[in-house]
């Protein structure tokens, strides 16, 4: 892990249910975080914060300077303006790219996307060389962000993540909603990360050991989203039906595991019996 204090370490995204706290995580490691936040936004303390905003490409250099890592975690997705999310997603990663190469063009750039990349009818769980062309405009538009990275000439990482959840961030509570609202088959399995090993995998990333990778980052037990809704206290409508796409939302971790990744949580019915949900 790193520790030392002379290393500084870009994060955006601060604010968000991961970028919050992650940020904690890697403050209280010692590591010397600097994040990019808005202007009145708060940092905890011994953060340092540069007021910037990603599509305000003149306002990330500072931001940059001496940054031997960015975690680039900041991303819209749950909103119906589609312009946003391209925009935000893209040019934003766009911006910060651009930005690092002038002025920190040796710094690891380390970018945070999605599982919900992989297509719905995959024949097997989703694996990093698997083609991909999502439909909606959050996963299309980090492929696209991946793709800007990959060809950037930084030395760069994407994780991509499943669905997170712990820490008492409320997420896995509203899974029912979704699955409601999606028609989901409540067979249909999911992989699932805690906010703690999100933290693991970063501090593999930040040591180098994933450099010019994407990585695939998930606990070792997708569950269904019927047993889901029963650990928040939802029971869905049941159904025997044949599952179609049984591979939807579930990311093969291989090579994860192959580059020293172990998840400390290494399943929601862990986080279940710690209390750490």
């Known amino acids: 892990m790193m520790s030392n204090q002379l290393e ?13 706290r992650l940020l904690r995580r890697l403050a209280d490691a010692g590591m010397g975080c600097r ?63 651009e930005a690092a190469k002038a002025h920190a063009p ?70 029912p909603r979704y699955a409601i609202a999606g028609k989901w088959h409540p067979a249909m399995r999911m992989s699932t990360i805690h906010h703690r090993d999100i933290a693991t995998a970063m501090n593999l990333a930040l040591a180098g050991v994933m450099d010019g990778h994407i990585v695939n980052i998930a606990d070792e037990a997708p569950t269904s989203i019927y047993e889901l809704a029963q650990l928040v206290g939802v029971r869905l409508e049941s159904s025997s039906e044949p599952l179609v796409n049984p591979w939807y939302l579930v990311s093969d971790s291989s090579r994860a595991r192959s580059l020293g990744f172990q998840p400390v949580v290494r399943t929601v019915y862990q986080a279940m019996q710690e209390q750490i949900m």
């Open 8 to 20: 500084k370490i870009l994060i955006t995204g601060v604010t968000g249910l991961v970028g919050e």
């Open 35 to 97: 994040a990019l936040v808005r202007a009145g936004k708060s940092v905890p303390a011994g953060v340092s914060a540069v007021e910037g905003d990603l599509l305000d490409s003149t306002s990330l250099s500072e931001a940059v300077q001496d940054v031997s890592a960015i975690i680039h975690l900041a991303a819209v997705f749950r909103t119906p303006d589609t312009d946003l999310i391209w925009k935000s997603n893209l040019e934003g990663t766009r911006n910060l790219i």
């Open 106 to 175: 040796n710094a690891r750039f380390i970018l945070a996307s999605t599982t919900n990349v992989y297509n719905a009818t995959n024949p097997h769980p989703g694996r990093e060389d698997d083609e991909v062309a999502p439909h909606q405009a959050y996963p299309a538009s980090k492929v696209a962000a991946e793709q800007e990275l990959r060809e950037s000439g930084l030395n760069w990482v994407v994780l991509r993540f499943p669905f997170v959840y712990g820490d008492g961030d409320g997420h896995l509570k509203l899974l």
